[in-house]
C-alpha cells in the first residue's frame, strides 16, 4: 500500500486532570486556546511518581512500535528510559487516529512516518510546562531549567518530573512547542535501545488476545463452510452431546458458519469435529489452482485498464514489435496465507450499555463501527481493549472486521449476556481465506541500440482494496486501478521509456488481503528478475546496469541508486567466494529503499541461501536496532514464502492444513543476515515491510547465477529448485 | 476426571478428561497462559514445556500421562541455563512479536542444561521445531551463543 502524505497536523497543546499531566492535539489538527480540553488526544501523561506515560495509537505485532513511540517521547522529555512506562490507547477515530489514513488504524509502515513529529510535539508541550512549573516553583527562568534523565534541575533545585506534573497541568501549553534539533538527539538514533516489550515477551507474562480469561467465558471455534462462498444449508450437532463441555452450536446469520461453543478450547474443538454439516456451494469457488491460475494467465491477454498515467499501450506494443531482441517473462505468484503464530481470537464481554472487545487490534477505526453496526450499538458503547499481538504480517486488518465480526455475532447468539472467546485453530488459519492474492505477470522488454526502447507489462489479480470503504486511500477519483495491484511496477524509478502497465481485476470468491508488503510481494519479483534479464541480454553487470538505470538525478534514483551501491560494496559485490553465487534486487516500498544481495551455494543440486547483505534508507533512523530487526525478519517471511509456500485448491477445497504442510521458516533455513542503515536526516519511513519485496527476487537471481535456471514459477519449489 | 499434576514445584489438582493436552489444562483450567497455543500438531513449538527436564510439545501430550512426573512452564523455569537464556534474550532484544518464545526460551534453555557450550550446528538441532513467523532465529542463534558465555563466566 502507497500512502502519501504532506499534511502536516499541528500539536493543541492544553492542560488538564489533577494528577496528571496529558498533552495532545485537537481533533481538527488545529492549535487553539486551552479551554478546548474536551477536544484533547492524549499522548502523554507523567503520574506523581515521575514515570512517563505513553498512550500508543498503535498496536504492538512485533514491529517495534512500543519502543519506537516511547522514544520519541522519551527524547523530547529528557526521560529515563527506564521509568517510561507504554500503553495502548482505547478506540477513538478522533484521538488516535492514524493521520495518514484518517481513522485509527496501523498498517503501510506508516506508524513511526505519521507519528514521527505527533508525538515529539506531543511531550515538547508536556516539557515546556513542566519547566514553567519549575521555574515558578523555584522562582527561576525557565532558560536556567535543564532536564536529565527525568530530573528537572536548576542550581541546587531538583525535582523529578511527577513532583511538578500536578502543577504542570494548571498550566497552558505552548501552541507551538519546540522539538529538539537532532543535534541534540540523545535517544533517537541511539544504536540500541533496550525494547519496551522484552522483559514481558521472554518471561510468559506479556498478554495476548489469546490469554485473555474473563469469569463465565465461554469459548467457540466456529465450523465454516469448506469452499469460500459456500451457503450452509444444514447441520446436525447430535455427535457433539457426548463431548464433555460441548455447550451448544448456532448457525450464524451470515450462512457461512456454525458458532460451536465449549467450557474450555479443547471442548469446543472436539465438538466441532463431531459436527456434520450441508453447504450450498452454487455461489462458491469451485476450481482448482491449474484453472484459476489459468484464468489468471488468460486476462493478461486483454488488460482491463491502464496503469500507467498517460500511457500509449498500442504504441508501447509496437515499439516491443519494432525491437532488436526481446526479453519475455511470465510469472505467476499463489494465494499465501499470513500465518501469524498467534493464531487469530477474539473475546468480547458484556458491559452495561455495550460490549468491551479484547483482540490484538490492528484497525480499531474499523472494528469498532463493524460491530456497533452488527449488534445495533452506539459506537460509544463499544469498547476496545488493545493487547500485544501475536504477529500479523496484514491479517489482523481486514477492512471488514472478519474475525471480530464473528466473534460479535458468536456473542450475539448466546445472548450476549456471556463473554465469548472466540479462537481460530491453525487449520481454520491456513484455510481461512484473506490471502495475498494469487498473481500473474507477463512482461515483454524490447531492446533496440543496447537499450530499452519500450516494457509492455500486465498484471492480472484480484484487487485487495477496490469495493471495500478503504478504496479512496489507494485509488485516484476516476480511476479504476487498485494500486495495490501494480504498485511497484507502474511507479518503478528505473528509467524506461514507453512504459504500459495493463490490468485485469479476476474475480474470485476466494477473499484476498495485503500482506506484508502487499503488492511489492510479487512486482519487485517481476522488476527485479526481468531488469537482470535486461542485464545480461545487453552484456552487463547486474548492479551497473542498474546504476545506469537510476542515473537521471531524481532523489528517488539517487536514493535506490545509493543502497544498491553499498549493498553490493558491503556484500563484495562480484567477488563471491569459491562455491557461492550472488543475485541482487532493489526496491522502493512505503517510501522506504531497499538493496539486498542474497549469497548461495548449491550442493548436489540443492540450493542452501548462506547470507543477505542488506542496506536501507528509511531516512531518519529513530532506533537502529528495531530497523535491523525488521529487515532480518522481512527477509526471513519473504524467504519462507518464496522457497515453499502456497495456498493451493482442488475443487475449491484448499489442501494445506497445517504447519506442516505450510512450512514455516525455520532456524535451519535462516541465512546469516547484515544489515546496512543508510545514514539520513529525511523523515522517517517505514520498516516493517520494506525488508520483504527484494529477496525473493534477489535469490531468485542468485539462483539463476548459479544454475542457469531463471524462477518464473512461486514457489521456488514448484520451479524445481530443491532446497538443503 | 481428578488427577494430581506437579508443575513448577507445586501439587495442582485439575479435572480434566483424559486425553485432553496439557496446553490446554495449563492455559483454560490453571491459567498459565506463558504456553502458547500455535498449531496443536507439534509442528510449531510454542507450547513447549519441560516434563522431567526434557522438552515435550504441551499440544500433543496428554494429562493422563502425566501423573507423576515433574512439569515446568515458562512460569517456572528457573536455574543457570533459563536465567542465562532470559538475559541474554533482553540483552540481544530477540523478542518481536513474541508469541513463539516462550517456546522458543523452553527449547534453549534444555539445550543449554544439556550442552553449555553448543555449535551453530548443536542450535540448529535443538531449535528446529520451534518456528517464529517473526524470522527471530538469527538473534536467537546469537542468543544461545551469549548466554552459554553468561554461564561461563
Given at each position: 500500500m502507497t500512502i502519501q502524505t504532506t499534511r502536516r497536523t499541528l500539536l493543541k497543546g492544553a492542560a488538564a486532570t489533577s494528577m496528571a499531566l496529558v498533552i495532545g492535539m485537537r481533533a481538527d489538527g488545529s492549535f487553539a486556546a486551552a479551554s478546548g480540553v474536551a477536544h484533547m488526544n492524549p499522548f502523554v501523561s507523567i503520574s506523581d511518581d515521575g514515570v512517563v506515560h505513553v498512550i500508543l495509537k498503535h498496536f504492538e505485532m512485533g514491529q517495534g512500535t512500543t519502543t519506537g513511540l516511547a522514544t520519541l517521547v522519551a527524547e523530547e522529555l529528557d526521560a529515563d528510559w527506564n521509568r517510561v512506562a507504554i500503553h495502548f490507547a482505547p478506540a477513538d477515530n478522533e484521538r488516535y487516529k492514524n493521520l495518514f489514513f484518517g481513522a485509527q488504524g496501523t498498517g503501510g509502515s506508516t506508524a513511526m512516518a505519521n507519528s514521527y513529529m505527533q508525538y515529539r510535539q506531543a511531550a515538547a508541550a508536556a516539557r515546556a510546562v513542566l519547566v514553567q512549573a519549575a521555574a515558578e516553583a523555584w522562582n527561576?527562568?525557565?532558560?536556567?531549567i535543564s532536564i536529565t534523565a527525568s530530573m528537572l534541575k536548576a542550581g541546587n533545585n531538583r525535582a523529578h518530573l511527577g513532583e511538578m506534573a500536578a502543577k504542570a497541568a494548571t498550566l497552558t501549553a505552548p501552541e507551538n512547542p519546540s522539538v529538539k534539533?537532532?543535534?541534540?538527539?540523545?535517544?533517537?538514533?541511539?544504536?540500541h535501545l533496550p525494547r519496551k516489550d522484552s522483559h514481558l515477551k521472554t518471561t510468559g507474562l506479556a498478554t495476548f488476545a489469546l490469554d485473555v480469561k474473563l469469569p463465565g467465558m465461554v469459548y467457540a471455534v466456529l465450523l465454516r463452510?469448506?469452499?469460500?462462498?459456500g451457503k450452509l444449508t444444514s447441520f446436525d450437532?447430535?455427535?457433539?452431546?457426548?463431548?464433555?463441555g460441548f455447550i451448544g452450536a448456532k448457525a450464524l446469520p451470515t450462512g457461512g458458519a456454525i458458532a460451536v461453543y465449549g467450557k474450555n478450547t479443547w471442548a469446543a474443538i472436539q465438538a466441532r469435529d463431531a459436527i456434520t454439516a450441508d453447504w450450498d456451494?452454487?455461489?462458491?469457488?469451485?476450481?482448482?489452482t491449474d484453472e484459476l491460475a489459468d484464468y489468471h494467465r488468460s486476462?493478461?491477454?486483454?488488460?482491463?485498464?491502464?496503469?500507467?498515467?498517460?500511457?500509449?499501450r498500442a504504441a508501447t506494443e509496437a515499439a516491443v514489435a519494432a525491437a532488436d531482441t526481446v526479453i519475455e517473462a511470465e510469472l505467476n505468484f499463489p494465494f499465501l496465507a499470513h500465518?501469524?503464530?498467534?493464531?487469530l481470537n477474539c473475546v468480547i464481554e458484556p458491559t452495561e450499555n455495550g460490549i468491551r472487545v479484547h483482540d490484538g487490534c490492528q484497525f480499531p477505526g474499523a472494528v469498532k463501527p463493524t460491530l456497533a453496526h452488527i449488534l445495533e450499538?452506539?459506537?460509544?458503547?463499544?469498547e476496545i481493549r488493545t493487547v500485544f499481538a501475536g504477529g500479523s504480517f496484514g491479517r489482523r486488518a481486514t477492512t471488514n472486521a472478519d474475525y471480530q465480526a464473528e466473534a460479535a455475532l458468536a456473542f450475539a447468539l448466546l445472548g450476549r449476556k456471556t463473554p465469548v472467546k472466540v479462537v481460530w485453530t491453525r487449520e481454520d488459519d491456513i484455510k481461512g481465506g484473506y490471502y495475498r492474492p494469487m498473481f500473474a505477470h507477463r512482461v515483454k522488454v524490447g531492446l533496440k541500440d543496447g537499450r530499452i526502447a519500450a516494457w509492455d507489462h500486465r498484471v492480472a489479480g484480484k484487487p485487495?482494496?477496490?469495493?471495500?470503504?478503504?478504496e479512496s486511500l489507494v485509488m485516484k477519483p476516476?480511476?479504476?486501478?487498485?494500486a495495490t495491484s501494480v504498485e511497484g511496477v507502474n511507479d518503478?524509478?528505473?528509467?524506461?521509456?514507453a512504459m504500459s502497465v495493463g490490468l485485469s481485476d479476476a474475480e474470485t470468491p476466494v477473499p484476498v488481503l495485503w500482506w506484508r508488503s502487499v503488492g511489492h510481494t510479487h512486482t519487485a519479483f517481476a522488476m527485479e528478475t526481468v531488469v537482470d534479464q535486461v542485464a545480461e541480454a545487453l552484456g552487463k553487470d547486474p548492479v551497473a546496469y542498474r546504476l545506469e538505470l537510476l542515473s537521471g538525478g531524481d532523489k528517488d534514483q539517487k536514493r535506490l541508486a545509493e543502497v544498491l551501491k553499498l549493498a553490493a560494496e558491503k556484500a563484495g559485490w562480484g567477488k563471491p567466494a569459491a562455491g557461492r553465487h550472488q543475485g541482487i534486487a532493489v526496491h522502493k516500498s512505503f517510501s522506504t529503499y531497499v538493496a539486498e544481495v542474497v549469497e548461495i551455494s548449491v550442493t548436489d543440486g540443492a540450493v542452501k541461501v548462506e547470507k543477505v547483505t542488506c542496506a536501507v534508507d528509511c531516512?531518519?533512523?529513530?532506533n537502529p536496532d528495531v530497523i535491523r530487526a525488521q529487515m532480518e525478519g522481512g527477509i526471513g517471511y519473504g524467504l519462507g514464502h518464496v522457497m515453499r509456500n502456497q495456498i493451493t485448491m482442488t475443487d475449491g477445497e484448499v489442501d494445506q492444513f497445517n504447519?506442516?504442510?505450510?512450512e514455516p521458516l525455520r532456524i535451519t533455513d535462516m541465512p546469516a543476515v547484515e544489515v546496512h542503515i543508510v545514514a539520513s536526516s529525511e523523515a522517517p519511513t517505514g520498516?516493517?515491510?520494506?525488508?520483504?519485496?527484494p529477496v525473493g527476487p534477489a535469490l531468485a537471481n542468485a539462483i539463476y547465477a548459479a544454475t542457469g535456471t531463471r524462477v518464473t514459477?512461486?514457489?521456488m519449489t514448484e520451479n524445481g529448485i530443491a532446497f538443503a | 476426571m481428578a488427577m494430581k499434576l506437579n508443575i513448577n514445584g507445586k501439587q495442582v489438582s485439575v479435572a480434566a478428561e483424559p486425553g485432553t493436552p496439557l496446553l490446554w489444562v495449563l492455559r483454560?483450567?490453571?491459567?498459565?497462559?506463558?504456553?502458547k497455543f500455535g498449531?496443536?500438531?507439534?509442528?510449531?513449538?510454542?507450547c513447549t514445556v519441560h516434563v522431567d527436564g526434557e522438552p515435550v510439545r504441551s499440544c500433543s501430550?496428554?494429562?493422563?500421562?502425566?501423573?507423576g512426573t515433574e512439569i515446568t512452564t515458562i512460569e517456572g523455569v528457573n536455574g543457570p541455563a533459563a536465567q542465562a537464556v532470559q538475559t541474554a534474550w533482553r540483552e540481544m532484544d530477540v523478542?518481536?512479536?513474541?508469541?513463539c518464545q516462550s517456546g522458543q526460551i523452553m527449547s534453549a534453555v534444555n539445550l543449554l542444561a544439556t550442552n553449555a557450550k553448543p555449535t551453530d550446528q548443536d542450535i540448529d538441532d535443538a531449535m528446529a521445531g520451534n518456528a517464529c513467523r517473526c524470522a527471530t532465529y538469527h538473534r536467537i542463534r546469537a542468543a544461545i551463543h551469549r548466554a552459554s558465555d553468561i554461564m561461563e563466566a
Open positions: 527561576v527562568p525557565a532558560s536556567e534539533d537532532p543535534s541534540d538527539f540523545r535517544l533517537i538514533g541511539l544504536d463452510s469448506p469452499r469460500f462462498g450437532a447430535s455427535g457433539a452431546n457426548s463431548v464433555p456451494f452454487s455461489a462458491a469457488e469451485n476450481r482448482s486476462l493478461l491477454d486483454a488488460p482491463q485498464f491502464e496503469a500507467v498515467e498517460g500511457a500509449d500465518a501469524p503464530m498467534e493464531p450499538l452506539d459506537p460509544a458503547n463499544v485487495i482494496i477496490k469495493g471495500t470503504p478503504f476516476g480511476s479504476q486501478v487498485d518503478s524509478h528505473y528509467a524506461i521509456p531516512g531518519t533512523a529513530v504447519f506442516p504442510d505450510y520498516v516493517g515491510e520494506p525488508g520483504v519485496p514459477q512461486l514457489p | 483454560d483450567e490453571l491459567d498459565m497462559t506463558g504456553t498449531c496443536g500438531v507439534a509442528s510449531c513449538g510454542a501430550t496428554y494429562v493422563d500421562d502425566l501423573e523478542v518481536q512479536c513474541g508469541y
